[in-house]
Every structure is written in structure tokens, then in C-alpha cells.
């Protein structure tokens, strides 16, 4: 999906990737996460540990929204554009209740407040609207959308709950002060289709 924005010429492309990512974005996505998110885990009890998150990057299950600014690269070189934001995303199961679990989701400082995080939150929100897995030969439809969030985020918590998000069911309570984080979830809504 290209954009064009006429006060700066960028040019932006939201693209879809399953794991593995390309070598030069999954560094690019790690350097962010590391530049928005590093104080926050090294003030947490989790501590920060960049081959984890590196990992998590390449679980098989791992897939990823990434917005792009192509302005200077050639349409067949995305892989060389700036990441403006990404998200990565899992499709995970328990109790039968199949989940669409955003592990991260991370704009860029410069790129804050332009509604870029609300693109990915949407696109996600239409990526599990639409989503139907085959498990054990049963259709199953995702129920919810869930991420885990620093309880000291206050922004990032502002953000969700302005989107519909909620404390879920298997979420420390808000005020467990022994935990670093809450779970915030958003059931999906899907229209009905008439009959007749």
C-alpha cells in the first residue's frame, strides 16, 4: 500500500511479512525497539536482553506489519527503506480461544503523533477480523486482540484504552504493584450477515 504525502514527499508502503524477516529490516526493527523500548525494560524487573528479543523476532510463528519510507529507494528494494513503525504479531491458541497476540508495536520517536501506531492497530484489527484457522480440522475464528504493556507505560496504556482496549481476564490486576505489566485485550467484533 503506497501513500504519498504532499507536505513532504515521503512515501510510505505498509507491508505484511511472515518470519523470517529480511536480514537488513529485522535489524532496522531491532534498533528501534531498542531505541523506544530499552529504558523501560532495564527499569523493569525482565531487565533488557537483546538476543531474547531477537529471538522472539525470529520465532517461526512471528509475523509483521512494517511501515516503510521509500522516498529514496527503489520499489524493488524495500528491504533498504527507513522503518517508520512495525509490529510484530502472533497467532496463538489456548483454550481453544485462538488470540491475535501483539508482541510489539513500535513508531519511530521522529514519527510519533501522526497516526501511525493507529494504522497498525487498525490493519491488525482487520487482519484478525478476517483471519480464520484450521486447527484439528475445525474453522476457528480469532476471539481477541491481547498485548502485554509496562504498567508504568502511561502512554502507550492512554493509546490502547483510546482504541477500545481493556485489563484482561488473565491480566494482573491493576493495582498488583509485584508485576511490571498488565495484559490489555479487545474482543472482535464481526458483522453479521443477513439471511434472505
Not at 504532499?6 to 537488513?24: A, E, H, I, Q, T
Request: net charge neutral; aromatic share 8%.
Amino acid at each position: 500500500n503506497n501513500n504519498n504525502n504532499n507536505n513532504n514527499n515521503n512515501s510510505l508502503s505498509l507491508v505484511l511479512y511472515s518470519n523470517p524477516l529480511p536480514s537488513k529490516l529485522q535489524s532496522r526493527c531491532m534498533q528501534l525497539f531498542t531505541r523506544n523500548m530499552k529504558s523501560m525494560y532495564e527499569a523493569s524487573s525482565w531487565g533488557f536482553d537483546p538476543k531474547e528479543k531477537d529471538a522472539e523476532l525470529c520465532n517461526d510463528a512471528a509475523r509483521f506489519l512494517v511501515l516503510l519510507d521509500t522516498k529514496n529507494t527503489d520499489c524493488d528494494k524495500a528491504v533498504d527503506a527507513n522503518v517508520l513503525a512495525f509490529s510484530h504479531f502472533r497467532l496463538e491458541q489456548e483454550q481453544g480461544i485462538l488470540t491475535l497476540y501483539v508482541w510489539e508495536i513500535q513508531v519511530d520517536a521522529k514519527c510519533q503523533g501522526q497516526g501511525f501506531g493507529r494504522l497498525l492497530m487498525a490493519v491488525l484489527e482487520q487482519v484478525a477480523v478476517r483471519c480464520v484457522c484450521s486447527m484439528q480440522q475445525v474453522h476457528v475464528v480469532v476471539d481477541k486482540i491481547a498485548l502485554t504493556v509496562f504498567r508504568h507505560n502511561e502512554a502507550a496504556r492512554c493509546f490502547y484504552k483510546k482504541l477500545g482496549f481493556g485489563l484482561d481476564e488473565d491480566s494482573p490486576l491493576d493495582d498488583d504493584k509485584e508485576e511490571d505489566y498488565v495484559i490489555l485485550s479487545k474482543r472482535i467484533r464481526r458483522l453479521r450477515r443477513r439471511r434472505g
